[in-house]
RNA sequence: AGGCGCGUAGCUCAGGGGGAGAGCGCUACCUUGACACGGUAGAGGUCACGGGUUCAAAUCCCGUCGUGCCUACCA
C-alpha cells in the first residue's frame, strides 16, 4: 500500500528540504488517482471550477493566491469527507493568443494575411500544444489538486458545441441580434472590444474652441471639443433649449468649418450649459453620446475614421491621414481660418485597449449583441435573494451597481483565434441563418451560396459557460447532476463583471439555477509598497522563484495567512521568509517526535492516566481544530492559518513538546510509552489541521509516523469529538505558565545565566491551586530551572529574593549572590506604576453610579473582581517594596 | 462626478462597544541532546484629527485631512 515506508527509519535532515519532498508527492497523489472526486455515492459533493487561465499566461501572483485559496479548500473538503471535483482548464484568450502568434509571424517576416485563416488557426493550435501547457504544469508545482484527467479548454469540440448550442438558442431568443451601432474600436488589434475592455485613463489634453460660422447671418457659434478631428463627421451642433444665449438660434443653420457644409443647430437638454461655450458638436459616427442625440433628432450618421485608425473619404482633404496627424492638420487649417478660438488645457478620461493600451476609436460599426437587461434582472434578483452569496458581502452592491447599469454586450470580434459566430449569409437573398450545424442551402431562397460570418466570439463568451459547459453540457450528464450548481467560485474582483456576472446570466438562463452557490473574492496582490505588480513598473516578484528560493508549503501559507478579506496583500519576500521558518519549525517538531517514537507502539490512551501536558493539548487542539473549521467555512483564510500557527509555535512546540521531554527522557517505561501515544495522537492531529495550507510537509511527515495509513490526503480533518476534552487542563497549565513565565521574568530581568539553576520559594493560598502546582512541580523545575522548589504560606519576602506576583500567588527566587537590591527595588517599581494605573481605571469605573447601574451586570462583576485581584497583587508588591526599603 | 476601502508598535497588518494584539525588525542573555530558519526575557502605541451617541468608543454615527481602488457617455 505505502511505497515511501523505507524512509521512516532514516533520520531526518536538520533542515527541510522542499525540493527533495515537492515533486515526489505530487507524483503520488497523483498517480493513486487522489485528485479525483471520490466513487462513493454516500458524500455530499463539494465542486469549484477554476478560473481558466489563458493559454498565454505564465504564472503570476494572482494566479499563485488564487489557486492556492482553491486548494486549501478542496483538500479541507476531501478530508471532511466530501466528493471534491476541482475542474481545471485553460482558456483559448483570443486577441492575447492572436497577438502572441501574429508577433512571432512577423518576427519572421510575415503576417497572417498573407498565410490565410485556415494556416494561421493551424499555427495557433501548434502554439498551444508547444506552450499552452506552461500554466498547469506551474499549478502543479503549487500543489493544486484538481482533477487534471477533466481538464478542458475553451476551444475544445466539447465546449464549442456549448458555445453555438447557447448562441443559437439566445439568437432564437432574440436575445442576440446583429446591428450598426457605435462600438469600441482597437486600430492595433483590428477588432471591436466590449465596454468593458476599455480601461479609462486620465489624460492631459486639450478644449479646442472652434467657431461655426452662421449659414445666414454673420458670426459664429463656438464649440468645445476634444477631439477637432472628428468635426469633419459632424451632422448637427446641439445647445441646451433652455440656454437664453442661444434661443433665437431655431431653425438655424452652421457651416462646418473647412468642408463648409451647412448643419442644423438642434435642441437637447443633454447639453450641459456651463460646460465650454453650452454648444456640442455632435458626431454620431463617432461619439456614443453623440450617437444617442443623433437618434433623437434623426441625424446623418458620417463616418470619417476608418478602422485603421485613419481619415476615409468622407474626410475630404484629410483622406488616408492619420487620425493624430489630421487632428494637427486641422487645427493648423483652423487657425489660418481664424476659426480656432482659446485653447484650455484640459484632463479627462480617454478610453484606451484593455489589451495592447491603443487609444480606442468609438466608431460606427454593424456587429452583434447580446440584449443583457433580461438576463441580468435574474442574476441581480439571485444574489438578492441569497441563491448566490458574495463574500465578502461589500461586493453585493459592486454587482448590482454594474448589473442594473449595464449595456448590451457586444459579442463580435473580428480576429480568427475564437469561435466563430455560427451565422452564414445566403449571397443571392441576403438571409441571414443562424444554426448549430453548417447549413447547405439558403431556407429562403434554397441557393446554396452561403458565407459564414468572419467574425469570432468575445473570448469572455465561451468563459461564460464554463460551470456548466465543462461538465458536459448540453448532454445531460451525470457531473452535470452531481456537480452543479458549484459549490463556490473563487476570484479576484477584477473579474467580477467580465466573469462572474457573466457566468451568472448564462448560468441561470440555460440550466435554470445559479452556477455557484458561494462567490468568493479575494484580494490583489501588489507588492510591499502596496503599488500593483506590474512588467512596467519592475516590481514583479516572480512565484516560480519563490517556490524555487522558500519552497511551496512556505509560499502558501504566506499568501493564507495574507489572504484577509477586503483588502489587497502585500507581499514582501521578508514575509515569506518569516513563513519559511514556520514551515522549518514543523519539520524539526516533527523530527523530534519521530526521534522519539522509532521503538512505540500503536497509539492508545485508553487506561492510562494522562499527564497534565496530554490533557491540556488534547483539549487544545479540539478547540482549535473547531475554530479552524469555522474560519475556512467563513473564507477566513488568514484567521485559519494565523490561528494554526500560534497554536503549532507557541503552544505544541513551545510548551507541550518541551513538558512531554520528562516523560520521554524517563526511565519509567511506562510514562515513556504514555508520552509517546499522546505525540503521536497529537502529531497526527497537528499534521492533518496544517494539511491544507502546507500539503507537502504534512504528507512527508505523516508517511514517516507510525502507525497511520495511506495518504494524509484522505485522513480525517481533525475534529473536537476525537480528542479527550478537559477544561480544567486548560486551566490548570494557565497557572502553571504563570509562575514559570515568573521565575523566567525574574531570571530575564535580573540577567540570570539560563544554566545557573535557581531556589524558589512559592508562597501560595489557595489550595486547589497549591494542590496543582504540587502535582506539577516538576515541569516548573525543568522548564523554569529551578534547582528546587519549596511550597509555603504566608511568610514574609525572603533575603536577597527577588518576588514575581501572579494573583495571589507569589514566586520568591532566591538570588543570593546574584542580585542587586536596586534592580529588584526598580523592578517592583516598575510593576507598581503599571498596576496602579490599571487600578485607577477600575476604581473610577466603580465609583461611577451610572456603570454600576447600567452596565451588564457580568461586565461589572468582571471589574469588581479585576480591581481586587489588582488590589491583592499591589498590596504585596508594597510588602515587597517595604521590607527592601528596610534592607538597603 | 459618484461608489467602495484604508489610516492601530519602527515596518506589514489582525481586531472591531467593557483594560491594545501578531509577524518581521529592535535590545539583552543563551550553541540546554527538534530547531540559531532556534530559545528566554524585554523595550515600543493619545488606535489620523475634530465633534457626537453611550455608564463605557480604537471599535458605532457625522465631519475634516491624508491615501488607495473601482465605476462613469459631460464635449
New binding site residues.
Given amino acids: 500500500m505505502r511505497e515511501w515506508n523505507f524512509m521512516e527509519n532514516s533520520a531526518l535532515a536538520?533542515?527541510y528540504e522542499p525540493k527533495e519532498v515537492e515533486q515526489k508527492w505530487y507524483d503520488y497523489w497523483e498517480k493513486n488517482d487522489l485528485f479525483k472526486p471520490s466513487t462513493k455515492s454516500d458524500k455530499s459533493p463539494f465542486s469549484i471550477v477554476i478560473p481558466p487561465p489563458n493559454i498565454t499566461g505564465s504564472l503570476h501572483m494572482g494566479h499563485a493566491l488564487n489557486n492556492t485559496l482553491q486548494d486549501i479548500l478542496c483538500r479541507y473538503k476531501r478530508m471532511k469527507g466530501y466528493s471534491v471535483l476541482w475542474q481545471p482548464g485553460t482558456d483559448h484568450a483570443g486577441i492575447a493568443t492572436q497577438n502572441v502568434v501574429e508577433k512571432d509571424l512577423s518576427s519572421r517576416g510575415t503576417d497572417r494575411h498573407q498565410i490565410g485563416r485556415e494556416r494561421f488557426i493551424e499555427l495557433v493550435w501548434e502554439w498551444r500544444e508547444k506552450f499552452g501547457g506552461m500554466i498547469i504544469t506551474q499549478l502543479k508545482r503549487l500543489g493544486s489538486s484538481c482533477d487534471w484527467s477533466r481538464e478542458r479548454f475553451t476551444m475544445d469540440e466539447g465546449l464549442s458545441r456549448a458555445v453555438r448550442e447557447v448562441f443559437v438558442r439566445l439568437y432564437d431568443e432574440k436575445l442576440i441580434y446583429r446591428g450598426d451601432y457605435i462600438i469600441n474600436w482597437c486600430p492595433r488589434c483590428d477588432t471591436a472590444l466590449a465596454?468593458?475592455e476599455v480601461e479609462?485613463e486620465e489624460m492631459d489634453s486639450h478644449l479646442y474652441y472652434i467657431r461655426y460660422p452662421f449659414e445666414n447671418r454673420h458670426g459664429y457659434l463656438t464649440v468645445?471639443?476634444?477631439?477637432p478631428e472628428t468635426l469633419l463627421g459632424d451632422t448637427a451642433v446641439a445647445v441646451n433649449p433652455e440656454d437664453e444665449r442661444y434661443r433665437d438660434l431655431s431653425g438655424s443653420y452652421v457651416l462646418l468649418p473647412v468642408l463648409n457644409r451647412p448643419i442644423p443647430v438642434i435642441f437637447d437638454k443633454y447639453?450641459?450649459k456651463?460646460?465650454?461655450t453650452?454648444a456640442?458638436?455632435i458626431t454620431p459616427a463617432h461619439d456614443?453620446?453623440d450617437f444617442e442625440i443623433g437618434n433623437t433628432h434623426q441625424l446623418e450618421r458620417i463616418k470619417v475614421i476608418n478602422e485603421d485608425g485613419h481619415m476615409n473619404d468622407q474626410a475630404g482633404p484629410y483622406q488616408g491621414m492619420d487620425r493624430f496627424e489630421c487632428r494637427e492638420r486641422i487645427l493648423d487649417d483652423l487657425k489660418k481660418a481664424g476659426l480656432l478660438g482659446k485653447i484650455e488645457p484640459y484632463r479627462?478620461?480617454v478610453g484606451h485597449c484593455y489589451r495592447c493600451k491603443t487609444m480606442i476609436e468609438p466608431l460606427l460599426s454593424k456587429q452583434w449583441f447580446v440584449r443583457v437587461g433580461p438576463l441580468a434582472e435574474r442574476a441581480i434578483a439571485a444574489v438578492k435573494n441569497g441563491e448566490t452569496r458574495i463574500v465578502p458581502s461589500?461586493w453585493e452592491?459592486?454587482y448590482y451597481?454594474?448589473m442594473n447599469?449595464i449595456r448590451d454586450w457586444c459579442i463580435s470580434r473580428q480576429i480568427w483565434w475564437g469561435h466563430r459566430i455560427p451565422a452564414w449569409y445566403c449571397q443571392e437573398c441576403g438571409e441571414v441563418i443562424v444554426a448549430k450545424e453548417e447549413p447547405r442551402v439558403c431556407p429562403c431562397c434554397k441557393s446554396n451560396n452561403l458565407r459564414q460570418e468572419q467574425d469570432v466570439l468575445d473570448t469572455w463568451f465561451s468563459s461564460a459557460l464554463w460551470p456548466f459547459s465543462t461538465l458536459g453540457w448540453p448532454d445531460s450528464t451525470d457531473e452535470l447532476k452531481t456537480f452543479y450548481p458549484t459549490s463556490v467560485l473563487v476570484t479576484a474582483f477584477d473579474i467580477l463583471?467580465f466573469w462572474v456576472a457573466r457566468m451568472m446570466m448564462m448560468g441561470i438562463h440555460f440550466l435554470g439555477d445559479v452556477p455557484f452557490r458561494d462567490v468568493y473574492i479575494h484580494a490583489l496582490v501588489k507588492d510591499?509598497r502596496?503599488q500593483?505588480m506590474s512588467k512596467s513598473r519592475g516590481n514583479i516578484i516572480d512565484p516560480l522563484e519563490v517556490l524555487d528560493r522558500f519552497g511551496t508549503d512556505a509560499f502558501r501559507f504566506t499568501l493564507a495567512v495574507l489572504a484577509?478579506q477586503?483588502?489587497d496583500i502585500?507581499l514582501s519576500e521578508?514575509?515569506i521568509a518569516?513563513y519559511?521558518?514556520f514551515i522549518?519549525?514543523i519539520w524539526?517538531?516533527a523530527?523530534?517526535c519521530l526521534?522519539n517514537l522509532k521503538d512505540c507502539k500503536s497509539p492508545s490512551i485508553e487506561g492510562y492516566s494522562l499527564t497534565l501536558a496530554d490533557r491540556w493539548i488534547m483539549t487544545r487542539i479540539g478547540e482549535v481544530a473547531e475554530e479552524v473549521t469555522s474560519h475556512i467555512g467563513g473564507y477566513r483564510f488568514?484567521?485559519a492559518a494565523?490561528t494554526c500557527y500560534q497554536f503549532v509555535?507557541?503552544e505544541f512546540?513551545?510548551w507541550y513538546?518541551?513538558m512531554a521531554?520528562l516523560e520521554l527522557?524517563s526511565k519509567d517505561q511506562m510514562r515513556r510509552e504514555v508520552a509517546q501515544s499522546g505525540l503521536q495522537i497529537v502529531l497526527s492531529g497537528v499534521v492533518r489541521l496544517l494539511h491544507p495550507f502546507v500539503p507537502f510537509i504534512t504528507e512527508e511527515i505523516w508517511q514517516r509516523l507510525p502507525h497511520t495509513e495511506g495518504s494524509i490526503m484522505v485522513a480525517h480533518f481533525p475534529q473536537r469529538s476525537e480528542f479527550i476534552h478537559d477544561d480544567e487542563s486548560i486551566e490548570e497549565t494557565d497557572l502553571l505558565k504563570g509562575v514559570i513565565?515568573g521565575i523566567?521574568?525574574i531570571?530575564?530581568?535580573m540577567?540570570i545565566?539560563?544554566?545557573r539553576d535557581v531556589r524558589v520559594v512559592i508562597d501560595v493560598k489557595g489550595s486547589r491551586e497549591r494542590e496543582i502546582l504540587k502535582d506539577n512541580l516538576h515541569y516548573i523545575t525543568s522548564l523554569a530551572k529551578a534547582e528546587s522548589i519549596e511550597m509555603v504560606y504566608g511568610i514574609e519576602k525572603p533575603d536577597s529574593s527577588a518576588t514575581y506576583v501572579f494573583g495571589d500567588i507569589q514566586v520568591h527566587v532566591l538570588l543570593k549572590g546574584l542580585i542587586n537590591y536596586g534592580d529588584e527595588r526598580n523592578r517592583i517599581c516598575k510593576e507598581i506604576r503599571k498596576i496602579e494605573r490599571?487600578m485607577d481605571?477600575?476604581r473610577r469605573?466603580l465609583a461611577?453610579k451610572?456603570?454600576l447601574s447600567?452596565?451588564?451586570p457580568h461586565?461589572v462583576e468582571?471589574?469588581k473582581e479585576?480591581?481586587e485581584l489588582l488590589g491583592v497583587k499591589l498590596e504585596r508588591l508594597n510588602q515587597n517594596l517595604a521590607i527592601l526599603e528596610e534592607l538597603t
Avoid at 224 to 227: D, E, P, V
Wanted: a positive charge; proline letters at 5%; glycine letters at 10%.
Fill in positions: 536538520k533542515t465596454d468593458l479609462h468645445a471639443t476634444t477631439r447639453v450641459d456651463e460646460f465650454g453650452g456640442l458638436k456614443p453620446n479627462h478620461a461589500n452592491g459592486v451597481e454594474w447599469n463583471f510591499e502596496g500593483k484577509i477586503g483588502r502585500r521578508e514575509r518569516g519559511k521558518n522549518n519549525k524539526n517538531a523530527r523530534f526521534m488568514n484567521e494565523s509555535w507557541h512546540c513551545d513538546l518541551e521531554k527522557y513565565g523566567r521574568n531570571r530575564g530581568e540577567n545565566p539560563p544554566r490599571e481605571l477600575s469605573k461611577n451610572d456603570f447600567q452596565a451588564p461586565i468582571n471589574v479585576r480591581a
